[in-house]
T-cell receptor, first 111, second 113 residues
Framework: EDQVTQSPEALRLQEGESSSLNCSYT??????LFWYRQDPGKGPEFLFT???AGEEKEKERLKATLTKKESFLHITAPKPEDSATYLC????????????FGKGTKLSVKP | DGGITQSPKYLFRKEGQNVTLSCEQN?????MYWYRQDPGQGLRLIYY???????QKGDIAEGYSVSREKKESFPLTVTSAQKNPTAFYLC????????????FGPGTRLTVT
């Protein structure tokens, strides 16, 4: 049973077309939820950490939100340079320090 | 600039040979990690170290070994016992072990034929 599920697997947007990526999780006690961006052939780049339901973080065109069961990464007016795979990871209170990663959402933004 | 370095970027080995992947960080982080990434799968934890001279097995430690003799260094050895070693290997570090974001290196792509 997957503990972290990301959807959709792939998303194609036109430049300027806003949308959201979803990360749903089932863990016994959330110690933190992390969003990363990964470009092809490179290591993941840290974006946000969320700790409690209701928390929101923003960075440029990206906004991450958290509920008790899922997190959303909202992308407002995306540009082609936002194209990447976005990874979600959670730290379960039962396995402190160990992150459980989702399989990612591959975002393509066409000009 | 602070960061994590991994070398080499690409590594090719023949089956049956052990190979060591380098990971160095100058962020003064206590915790370090090794992950494996395969197409269509999430990152999977191989080993982690909370502090110097201590390390623990992750979810897929079989066929791998590590050492943590210095705070800034956490090399990973892929042994001949690893049945499917071809993968993209990522090293990460965090300021402390729990509740903190992990920062990743650029990765090493290992191909074993």
């Amino acid at each position: 049973e997957d503990q972290v599920t990301q959807s959709p697997e792939a998303l194609r947007l036109q430049e300027g077309e806003s949308s959201s990526l979803n990360c749903s999780y089932t863990v016994s006690g959330l110690r933190g939820l992390f969003w990363y961006r990964q470009d092809p052939g490179k290591g993941p780049e840290f974006l946000f950490t969320l700790y409690s339901a209701g928390e929101e973080k923003e960075k440029e065109r990206l906004k991450a939100t958290l509920t008790k069961k899922e997190s959303f990464l909202h992308i407002t007016a995306p540009k082609p340079e936002d194209s990447a795979t976005y990874l979600c990871a959670v730290e379960d209170g039962g396995s402190q320090g160990n992150l459980i990663f989702g399989k990612g959402t591959k975002l393509s933004v066409k000009p | 600039d602070g960061g994590i370095t991994q070398s080499p970027k690409y590594l090719f080995r023949k089956e049956g040979q052990n190979v060591t992947l380098s990971c160095e960080q100058n962020l003064n982080h206590d915790a370090m990690y090794w992950y494996r990434q395969d197409p269509g799968q999430g990152l999977r934890l191989i080993y982690y170290s909370q502090i110097v001279n201590d390390f623990q097995k992750g979810d897929i430690a079989e066929g791998y070994s590590v050492s943590r003799e210095k705070k800034e260094s956490f090399p990973l050895t892929v042994t001949s016992a690893q049945k499917n070693p071809t993968a993209f290997y990522l090293c990460a570090s965090s300021i402390d072990f729990s509740g903190y974001e992990q920062y990743f290196g650029p990765g090493t792509r290992l191909t074993v034929t």
